[in-house]
């Protein structure tokens, strides 16, 4: 569990004072302001118009959508009046962002900065010494009350491999500073990191030394800070678990008068769909089951607290569990690794009887305890059981038409069964945990427009009434860019497939080989990039040109590392690599869009909506299919120019652009209005890349 709950919370604060923000925002980024007469900072109009309207947004706790293109500067914009805001009213501001570059870009270049500007003026000397703190999910966190309760009873809890692992977790204990399971290597074994992490209620401050454990010295830096730092998928995970609502607090969306900025906002439809949702894997109900009793090793929970009695019950569960799920993974998902359930699923409850008397069992050994840590852990055991059983009931009844129902098959050997369901419409969920809140929302990105206008975003989110702005990039697009569409790739259909992707393969070589700088290749298919990929590999090589794909040796973090101190590299990606990417200067001169980046409405989630707006008398295509590409193709082009002095070059190589009539929705994303057209007859004398 993620809940923020704590004892000492304040559910109802007082009302705020008032706040300089708005008066301070304007002499910060006033031309002559304070960030160019003290740090010597240009001035950006756009930065102004920001900055202003933030501060604004913030002194009236009111929704502001704000669209504010590359270069604008959007971080200092809403850092600044946001930390003078937080200090004045001594409430907390919340940063998401969708990736963890932004998020480490924010932690450790952008707040610096701010503390220099603070410390640069008298009038601001009061916000100088602010206090942040990265909000990390809580199961990340080791916990030494857990360890040492661990160790302990390792003869009881763990075999030999697992106790030497317990062991290794004990070492890095003595030297890890925040406790984090990332600064492990290699990572622990998840069934020993889950008796000794902090996702338990024996981490509190009832039972932990809030000195010595790293999840309460955590929060302790979480409640005196004014900037909090989190990650959408968290936020909304940690808003569905009840945010600020859950301690009785009136305002604010995870903690009493918060109030928070969204960046990277486009993704947000996405990341909320995922998360007001039901997510039951077969894989960890085995693992919280064989948390009370493994038969294997016959240690767990029930093999400390129970009997022969509770133990038999936990294997009754774990066999129906393996009759539930293997029915649906023979049943349903032989075929595909992804299904739809349309109605009430055709399958025996096996696991609900088991379930129940487990749960049943479990309550009863948790009151035969006295209070304390160990009654604690088994009433939490009882309540993730009871959770499960509910969510099994709801999948099963497949009954609220307001909600699309799947399941999925995963892992190695695709043995893992998941439960999904995701609701239709997100803007009801959003509307009511996040934008009615009584505090300030800001939603920013470079892309939220679509067509020239917010309101599509602002209606799947359900922000109807939230101020808009667009405020366009300071770069000087129309001399740093050129934009080349090829006319004569044949167009994506299956009886042009094989000429589509010879094509692709003549043409990704001539352009990235023709361009002296790094290329960033951008493809809507895994198939097609390791075809293309395959064909051009070895002409890369013979011309010294280093090569990355994603799926291949790093993360997506990493490869953009490795390209951006290679200078001439050529980085393949599909999905995740058309946003997030940030490598200015020449080692990325180019980027390619080898296809319109349409996603297929095959996912249970977007066939259900397509139907869903059908219904209404709506057109699935010209209301999510057109809007979602044409904002992921403005992320995907705008990886190209991050800085005033970038250079470079698009290349399209999907001639639906000029075919089709929505092509010119496509063209309008661009930040230029002229475009050459290629041709393999004309593009040797045509094509011309920046030097």
Known sequence: ???????????????????????????????????????????????????????????????????????VGKSLAYLLPGIIQA?????????????????????????????????????????????????????????????????????????????????????????????????????????????????????????????????????????????????????????????????????????????????????????????????????????????????????????????????????????????????????????????????????????????????????????????GRERDELLEQRGRLKTVQTGLRQWLAAADEAFVYWLERSGRRQTIVTLRTAPLDVAPYLRDQLLSRGTAVVCTSATLAMGGTIEPFQNRIGAEAARTVMVASPFDFARNMRVYVAADVPLPTPREAKLAISALIDYIRFCTLATTGGSLVLFTSYHDMRQVADALERDFAKAGRPFFMQGEAGSRTELTRRLRAAGNGI????????AGVDVPGPSLSQVIVTRLPFDPPTHPVAEARSEWVRDRGGNPFNELTLPDALIKFRQGIGRLIRSADDRGVITILDARVLAKAYGRLFLACLPVTDFTRLTVANRADTFRPFT
Request: hydrophobic content about 40%; some cysteine.
């Open 87 to 371: 200090t004045d009213q001594s409430r907390q501001l919340l940063v998401s962002t969708h990736t963890i570059s932004l998020q480490e870009q924010i932690e450790t270049k952008d707040l610096p900065l701010c503390r220099r500007i603070f410390k640069s003026q008298p009038e601001l000397a009061a916000y100088a010494d602010f206090k942040s703190a990265v909000l990390v999910g809580k199961a990340n966190y080791l916990c030494p009350t857990r360890l040492a309760t661990a160790l302990r009873d390792k003869q009881e809890l763990f075999s030999t491999p697992e106790s030497s692992e317990l062991q290794r977790i004990a070492d890095w204990a003595a030297t890890t500073r925040e406790g984090l399971r990332h600064e492990l290597s290699p990572p622990p074994a998840p069934e020993v990191w889950e008796w000794v992490n902090a996702d338990s209620s024996a981490c509190s401050r009832k039972h932990c030394d809030c000195e010595r454990c790293f999840y309460q010295r955590a929060r302790t830096r979480l409640r005196l800070a004014q900037i909090i730092i989190v990650n959408h998928s968290l936020l909304f995970a940690l808003m569905n678990a009840g945010g600020a609502a859950e301690t009785g607090a009136s305002r604010g969306v995870l903690f009493p008068d918060d109030f928070v900025v969204l960046d990277e906002a486009h993704t947000v439809p996405e990341v909320a769909t995922d998360h007001f949702g039901l997510r039951l894997s077969s894989y960890g109900i085995d693992r919280m089951l064989k948390h009370l009793f493994n038969p294997k090793t016959r240690r767990g929970l029930m093999a400390r607290h129970g009997g022969a009695f509770e133990q038999q019950l936990v294997l009754d569960a774990l066999e129906a569990s393996e009759q539930f799920f293997g029915f649906l993974r023979d049943n349903l998902l032989a075929k595909h690794p992804v299904a739809r359930l349309r109605s009430e699923c055709d399958c025996e409850p096996w696991l609900d009887g088991p379930l129940h008397a487990l749960i049943k069992a479990v309550g009863n050994r948790a009151d035969k305890l006295d209070d």
């Open 571 to 578: 980085l393949f990606g599909t999905d995740s690599f058309w």
């Open 1 to 71: 569990m993620i809940g923020l709950r704590d004892d000492t919370d304040s559910a109802l604060p007082p009302p705020p004072p008032p706040s300089q923000a708005p008066q301070l925002a304007a002499r910060l980024f006033a031309e002559g302001g304070w960030l160019q007469s003290a740090l010597e900072l240009e001035h950006r109009p756009q930065q102004e118009h920001m900055a202003r309207a933030v501060a604004a947004s913030f002194a009236s706790d009111e929704t502001l959508l704000f669209e504010a293109g590359t270069g």
